[in-house]
C-alpha cells in the first residue's frame, strides 16, 4: 500500500528555516514525481514545489528561497524552506504522482500525505 508521511513542521519565526520531509511506504519515490503543496486556511490549495526524474520546479514566489531534493537510500523528498514568510503559513502537503513528470494539474497527483502545519509568527 502506497502511503507518505510528512514530517518537520512547526512553529519558525519570520525569516526563519524548516526542512520538511516527505517520507514514502509501499513504493520507490525516485519512480514518480513528488510535489509539495500548501494550503492556508480559507485559501485554496496551491503548488509548490516538484522533483521528478533530473528536474525540479517552484512556484515562483519561492524560487530562491525553497530546495526540492530526493534521498533515494530513505526513499524521503525533502523541502529546505528559507526565508519564510507569514503569509506561508499553510498546511504542507507531499503528493505522488505515478509518472516521472512534474508538468500537469494537481489532480494527477494519486497519493497523498496528511500534511504538516508550518506556522510563520513572531
Known amino acids: 500500500q502506497l502511503q507518505l508521511v510528512e514530517s518537520g513542521g512547526g512553529l519558525v519565526q519570520p525569516g526563519g528555516s524548516l526542512r520538511l520531509s516527505c517520507t514514502g511506504s509501499g513504493f520507490t519515490l525516485d519512480a514518480y514525481a513528488i510535489g509539495w503543496f500548501r494550503q492556508a486556511p480559507g485559501k485554496e490549495r496551491e503548488g509548490v514545489s516538484c522533483?521528478?526524474?533530473?528536474?525540479?520546479g517552484y512556484r515562483d514566489s519561492v524560487q530562491g528561497r525553497f530546495t526540492i531534493s530526493r534521498n533515494n537510500a530513505r526513499n524521503t523528498v525533502y523541502l529546505q524552506m528559507s526565508s519564510l514568510k507569514p503569509e506561508e503559513t499553510a498546511v504542507y502537503y507531499c503528493?505522488?504522482?505515478?509518472?516521472?513528470?512534474?508538468?500537469?494539474?494537481?489532480?494527477?497527483?494519486?497519493?497523498w500525505g496528511r500534511g504538516t502545519q508550518v506556522t510563520v509568527s513572531s
Open positions: 503528493a505522488a504522482k505515478d509518472v516521472p513528470e512534474c508538468l500537469g494539474p494537481s489532480q494527477d497527483f494519486g497519493s
Open positions: 522533483i521528478s526524474s533530473g528536474s525540479t
